[in-house]
């Protein structure tokens, strides 16, 4: 996109719809209305439960599915090929890089087309990555890979290129709608093609689909406990279900069935059956109006391990449901253990589904009557309950905008938010634990390797608790905390880089991301506990960052150090010097007034403050390449500079303030005219980026989104900064 070397209203869309016509110089209606959009289209929506089983083609710790056919059919004969089949959800048309290895030949079917197909170059090195892009229509996509078997190799491996940002893979076929991975076949001929469709049932295809969903015939006739989790005979398991009386009073209803092993029934934590050790039972209760949970506890014996139950009322079965609207599959008692007796479980805190269970083998969840299945959280709301960088930024603009505004709502909202991730995080240490690949509800603090996956969320999570009652933060702001001072990769000085990351392309570089990355937590754990080696860490990064980042004839900082050629990019990325501006404002906030590094990094502020002025435009904007006026108008960047020179005036960091706070109503007006229109939507905000060190790069491929959460907490902010000056230079006055 190259236009006018200045910006000017209508660059995004008709200026008639720009938001400065009806918020003229307030900005309590802008933020209002930007807020009020944000959470309307991104509604509070629960987490997901599913099925998941865990044998055949997983998802990897490299977030693609490894399909080890090797492995799987060992006593497969060479020229004998097995069929895979998945779906993939996008919510657009697309072109989407996947990357693919190949241990043998392999074809890869998207939609019935020929996607890509090895050759020899690929199969000899079945360690190289093969990027490939790919065409996906909007909706869900058909995937079938067909490997072929030869001496040096079978199998493959798929998925995103993009570190930890991967591709789920849905199970195709009726049968298992909901759940997680791949259908596929026994080894067969390689003449034989399946190309089967979304949607069918495995039995209308005709094959027999792996991996199976009942279990064996020698299994299957063991009893429920015995099946799966072995012959424990002297240890205790407990099932759960749930059944709705849909009646206005309660209802009588008979419990029958048979059991083996010392035998407890529980009708919503109320002991209704008592039996040991072998035998039938008949049993009549009532049922209350609504959800009636039913949970049966049996400490297997030398007679089994095991139970049925039915529940009839009126000569009716009533159906029981899973106690979670379980996605995947049709079962509806999920089962936990095996425990010790001695130590029986509270079975209230056991129907909390956020928790983990402390079984004699060590940490547990739920699992299904299946073989090796497992009952799984995913959260696929993309804006709600996430935890990434750009949504730390924009969560943390929704608090203090709800703040500014006095809105209850909003702030509520925020901490909804941040609980859930807060919520989530013990299960997703052991689903990282038990599954070995990417857990679906925090698949970037389950396995941090760089200050992104951290440090942006952490601060905010840490400045949520400053303002509302959020339960659990301390844990994971102990172990963001141990990750940024012990094992964040540093240069001898203590400078931070990126080193030994999922995302090669990032390795071995320093970019100036990463001091909003990490210097805005440090500085709220420094808060949060006392302890002065955080803050210290804080100031030390801009110390560093400024020796290998700065460009002083520019008084602006590059993008990137690239360690491999040992220099900087020298490209003044906005977004970069906003987050570098912004961070320091974070950092000079709390620093103490004798602390050894203070007037030197205010001196810093000072001098980095007035090259970014320097090169604000005519309306009042700056632009994607900091020193490229026909880059195109850069709203984060842009809001970010009216934060820091905002709070630079108010106290008291800047000096000769009348220019700069011009400078901050002039970009707050051009962000209303030119980037933020009537609906609240806003434009112009730089996607995230990989580096260059050509501005061409950041000009012509980094282009700018609609609504992208790396613009618009940050708009909010810029937005209460606004609000801040105007109250400051009143009381002045």
């Given at each position: 996109?190259?236009?006018?070397?200045?910006?000017?209203?209508?660059?995004?869309?008709?200026?008639?719809?720009?938001?400065?016509?009806?918020?003229?110089?307030?900005?309590?209606?802008?933020?209002?209305?930007?807020?009020?959009?944000?959470?309307?289209?991104?509604?509070?929506?629960?987490?997901?439960?599913?099925?998941?089983?865990?044998?055949?083609?997983?998802?990897?710790?490299?977030?693609?599915?490894?399909?080890?056919?090797?492995?799987?059919?060992?006593?497969?004969?060479?020229?004998?090929?097995?069929?895979?089949?998945?779906?993939?959800?996008?919510?657009?048309?697309?072109?989407?890089?996947?990357?693919?290895?190949?241990?043998?030949?392999?074809?890869?079917?998207?939609?019935?087309?020929?996607?890509?197909?090895?050759?020899?170059?690929?199969?000899?090195?079945?360690?190289?990555?093969?990027?490939?892009?790919?065409?996906?229509?909007?909706?869900?996509?058909?995937?079938?890979?067909?490997?072929?078997?030869?001496?040096?190799?079978?199998?493959?491996?798929?998925?995103?290129?993009?570190?930890?940002?991967?591709?789920?893979?849905?199970?195709?076929?009726?049968?298992?709608?909901?759940?997680?991975?791949?259908?596929?076949?026994?080894?067969?001929?390689?003449?034989?093609?399946?190309?089967?469709?979304?949607?069918?049932?495995?039995?209308?295809?005709?094959?027999?689909?792996?991996?199976?969903?009942?279990?064996?015939?020698?299994?299957?006739?063991?009893?429920?406990?015995?099946?799966?989790?072995?012959?424990?005979?002297?240890?205790?398991?407990?099932?759960?279900?749930?059944?709705?009386?849909?009646?206005t009073e309660p209802v009588e209803v008979t419990l029958k069935g048979h059991f083996k092993g010392k035998t407890r029934i529980l009708l919503n934590n109320d002991t209704v059956v008592e039996m040991e050790p072998l035998g039938s039972f008949s049993e009549k209760t009532h049922i209350q109006p609504g959800r009636n949970d039913i949970m049966v506890c049996v400490t297997g014996n030398t007679d089994g391990w095991g139970f049925d139950l039915d529940i009839e009322t009126n000569g009716k079965f009533l159906q029981t449901e899973s106690p979670?609207?379980?996605?995947?599959?049709?079962?509806?008692?999920?089962?936990?253990?095996?425990?010790?007796?001695?130590?029986?479980?509270?079975?209230?805190?056991?129907?909390?589904?956020?928790?983990?269970?402390?079984?004699?083998?060590?940490?547990?969840?739920?699992?299904?009557?299946?073989?090796?299945?497992?009952?799984?959280?995913?959260?696929?709301?993309?804006?709600?309950?996430?935890?990434?960088?750009?949504?730390?930024?924009?969560?943390?603009?929704?608090?203090?905008?709800?703040?500014?505004?006095?809105?209850?709502?909003?702030?509520?909202?925020?901490?909804?938010?941040?609980?859930?991730?807060?919520?989530?995080?013990?299960?997703?240490?052991?689903?990282?634990?038990?599954?070995?690949?990417?857990?679906?509800?925090?698949?970037?603090?389950?396995?941090?390797?760089?200050?992104?996956?951290?440090?942006?969320?952490?601060?905010?999570?840490?400045?949520?608790?400053?303002?509302?009652?959020?339960?659990?933060?301390?844990?994971?702001?102990?172990?963001?905390?141990?990750?940024?001072?012990?094992?964040?990769?540093?240069?001898?000085?203590?400078?931070?880089?990126?080193?030994?990351?999922?995302?090669a392309f990032h390795e071995n570089t320093m970019w100036a991301d990463d001091l909003y990355m990490s210097v805005p937590f440090l500085c709220r754990y420094y808060q949060l506990t006392g302890d002065i080696r955080y803050i210290n860490d804080a100031a030390r990064q801009f110390l560093g960052f400024r020796k290998r980042l700065y460009i002083p004839e520019q008084k602006v900082m590059s993008h990137v150090f690239d360690l491999r050629r040992n220099m900087a990019t020298g490209v003044p990325w906005g977004r970069g010097n906003g987050w570098?501006?912004?961070?320091?404002?974070?950092?000079?906030?709390?620093?103490?007034?004798?602390?050894?590094?203070?007037?030197?990094?205010?001196?810093?502020?000072?001098?980095?403050?007035?090259?970014?002025?320097?090169?604000?435009?005519?309306?009042?904007?700056?632009?994607?390449?900091?020193?490229?006026?026909?880059?195109?108008?850069?709203?984060?960047?842009?809001?970010?500079?009216?934060?820091?020179?905002?709070?630079?005036?108010?106290?008291?960091?800047?000096?000769?303030?009348?220019?700069?706070?011009?400078?901050?109503?002039?970009?707050?007006?051009?962000?209303?005219?030119?980037?933020?229109?009537?609906?609240?939507?806003?434009?112009?905000?730089?996607?995230?980026?990989?580096?260059?060190?050509?501005?061409?790069?950041?000009?012509?491929?980094?282009?700018?989104?609609?609504?992208?959460?790396?613009?618009?907490?940050?708009?909010?902010?810029?937005?209460?900064?606004?609000?801040?000056?105007?109250?400051?230079?009143?009381?002045?006055?």
């Open positions: 996109m190259n236009k006018a070397s200045t910006s000017s209203a209508g660059y995004y869309f008709d200026e008639n719809k720009c938001m400065a016509r009806i918020a003229t110089d307030r900005p309590e209606t802008t933020l209002s209305i930007i807020v009020n959009r944000y959470t309307e289209l991104n509604p509070r929506a629960p987490v997901d439960f599913r099925a998941f089983c865990f044998r055949g083609i997983l998802c990897a710790s490299d977030y693609r599915y490894l399909a080890d056919f090797g492995a799987l059919f060992p006593d497969a004969q060479n020229e004998q090929c097995v069929t895979a089949w998945s779906m993939m959800w996008v919510p657009d048309d697309s072109e989407l890089m996947f990357d693919i290895n190949c241990f043998g030949p392999i074809r890869v079917m998207v939609n019935g087309d020929q996607a890509w197909r090895s050759n020899i170059f690929s199969e000899r090195y079945p360690d190289k990555r093969n990027r490939v892009t790919i065409a996906l229509k909007k909706g869900w996509n058909s995937f079938v890979v067909i490997a072929k078997k030869t001496r040096g190799g079978f199998g493959w491996i798929l998925g995103s290129w993009l570190g930890k940002h991967p591709y789920v893979f849905m199970m195709p076929s009726a049968d298992r709608q909901g759940q997680e991975g791949w259908l596929y076949t026994d080894p067969h001929g390689s003449d034989f093609e399946i190309l089967p469709t979304i949607g069918q049932t495995e039995s209308e295809t005709g094959i027999d689909w792996n991996p199976h969903m009942n279990w064996s015939a020698e299994l299957e006739i063991k009893d429920r406990f015995t099946r799966i989790y072995g012959s424990y005979y002297d240890k205790l398991a407990i099932a759960w279900t749930v059944v709705d009386n849909h009646e979670c609207a379980m996605k995947g599959s049709s079962q509806t008692w999920l089962h936990a253990g095996p425990f010790d007796p001695a130590k029986d479980p509270e079975t209230a805190s056991l129907r909390d589904l956020f928790k983990i269970h402390h079984t004699i083998s060590g940490p547990g969840y739920w699992r299904l009557d299946a073989p090796d299945t497992y009952l799984r959280i995913y959260n696929d709301n993309p804006l709600f309950g996430r935890w990434n960088y750009p949504l730390g930024v924009t969560v943390y603009g929704l608090l203090h905008a709800g703040l500014s505004l006095q809105s209850q709502d909003v702030v509520d909202y925020v901490r909804d938010h941040v609980q859930v991730c807060c919520t989530t995080y013990p299960y997703s240490k052991w689903d990282r634990s038990q599954f070995g690949g990417p857990t679906h509800v925090h698949r970037l603090l389950s396995s941090i390797d760089s200050l992104d996956d951290c440090g942006s969320f952490g601060s905010c999570m840490l400045e949520v608790a400053k303002h509302t009652e959020l339960n659990g933060y301390t844990d994971i702001a102990h172990f963001v905390a141990d990750y940024v001072s012990n094992k964040q990769d540093r240069f001898p000085d203590g400078t931070f880089y990126r080193r030994d990351m999922m995302h570098t501006i912004f961070s320091l404002s974070e950092l000079l906030a709390v620093l103490p007034e004798d602390h050894v590094h203070r007037q030197e990094l205010l001196e810093f502020f000072r001098e980095i403050c007035s090259g970014i002025l320097n090169l604000q435009d005519e309306q009042g904007m700056w632009h994607q390449v900091l020193t490229h006026p026909d880059a195109y108008p850069e709203t984060s960047c842009t809001a970010m500079f009216i934060y820091g020179f905002s709070r630079g005036i108010r106290f008291g960091w800047l000096e000769q303030t009348d220019t700069y706070i011009q400078a901050v109503f002039k970009a707050w007006t051009a962000l209303n005219r030119i980037s933020i229109d009537q609906d609240g939507n806003i434009y112009g905000v730089c996607r995230g980026s990989e580096f260059s060190f050509t501005p061409d790069y950041y000009k012509n491929e980094l282009l700018p989104r609609l609504n992208d959460t790396h613009g618009i907490g940050i708009v909010l902010l810029a937005g209460v900064e606004v609000i801040q000056l105007k109250r400051h230079l009143e009381q002045k006055r």
